[in-house]
């Protein structure tokens, strides 16, 4: 989204979570890996400061450099508050739809994690999805006076949000939101934005 | 702090939940009341906004239109997040430093809100408090990461979220951080802030 927001040509290219070496040469082992040019860049939030450091010229990302400073803030809380809480939704979801090659490498890493079965990580998520849209509050409340965290238009802000929801929505089929949430227009509108670019990628069927 | 940030000269006025009258020309009955020439205004971040519309030419509150956005969702963090925890953990010491003309008011409305006794509420803030602090991380992972929430200098994103602790440092000697905590050295440049502008406000002795 932000490579799009940007307007940058780009070639992606299909990983799986045991092809470490496809992405070695970031000098990591994660995604997002974007390569430009000679230059190898890992972690999101740091991709999204270099494009714009980078690509000035091009729509801001932020908006200015006070979004740039608190956009660390909301990627905080979305890496420490929301995707925890996520994950716990759809852990096993997200196991039925991997490559063969990849199952007993997310289940061993994700069952030592979580301290239990993945099944039994999300057995429970009719209750907890409650917990979990009470933790969407702020979000909620945020995109009931604006149609973006990005103000009239998106920006990372929302593309760093979005993320997390578009990633539920390629491996579960759960519903994390209920049909009335305010939430549900604004990550409708993102699936459509940069001409369907997210859309594309297609939901998860349920099983 | 907004108001200092401006660099606006004005005049503070003392006052008590109980004295709705002297607030009545806002058209409502809750702080903070600006009052600018005509016009008067209420609600934190409508002032924050207000001031930065009429006082373009002044340091910027946001640092630009994606930090003026994304604001509102650290605001609603502020609201629905770390404010109701902070008030479990200090609602009982506020309630002792009030005017006796306010405590009843004061312990009426609250103890309704809570369905408890002030002191019944804050009983176990020592269990509480380890709660409050893990909340707290995506503010701590971020000023682990910048000076401020604005960046490389405070705006009003940091003035949202010291106003909390500002509130606790005022009513309530109870230790909401452990010394070592990143927000401590946060809090202690903002106290320092205009002159040491929120320093002089005395903070609560133990009782």
């Known amino acids: 989204m932000a490579l799009a927001h940007k307007g940058l040509a780009v070639e992606t290219i299909p990983w799986r979570f045991t ?23 890992s972690d999101s939030l740091a991709i999204a400061y270099d494009l714009e450091a980078r690509y000035g010229d091009r729509p801001s990302l932020f908006g200015g450099v006070g979004g740039e400073a608190l956009v660390r803030f909301l990627n905080n809380w979305a890496d420490g508050v929301l995707h925890p809480a996520l994950v716990r939704l759809i852990i096993a979801d997200v196991w039925t739809i991997l490559a063969e090659q990849d199952r007993a490498y997310f289940r061993t890493s994700r069952e030592a994690r979580f301290g239990a079965a993945l099944e039994a990580v999300q057995r429970d998520r009719g209750e907890a999805v409650i917990g979990f849209r009470k933790m969407l509050e702020p979000l909620r ?3 009931g006076a604006q149609p973006y965290l990005g103000g ?7 593309y760093i949000v979005f993320g997390a929801f578009q990633w539920a929505r390629v491996t579960s089929s759960f519903p994390l939101l209920e049909a009335d949430d305010p939430i549900v227009v604004w990550r409708e509108r993102l699936l459509d934005a940069f001409d369907g670019l997210a859309r594309q990628v297609p939901a998860a069927s349920a099983p």
Do not use: H, W
């Open 19 to 41: 092809d470490k070496g496809a992405i070695a040469f970031s000098g990591q082992g994660r995604v997002p890996v974007v390569q430009d040019g000679e230059r190898a860049l």
């Open 141 to 143: 409340a945020t995109l």
């Open 152 to 158: 009239a238009a998106a920006n990372y802000a929302d």
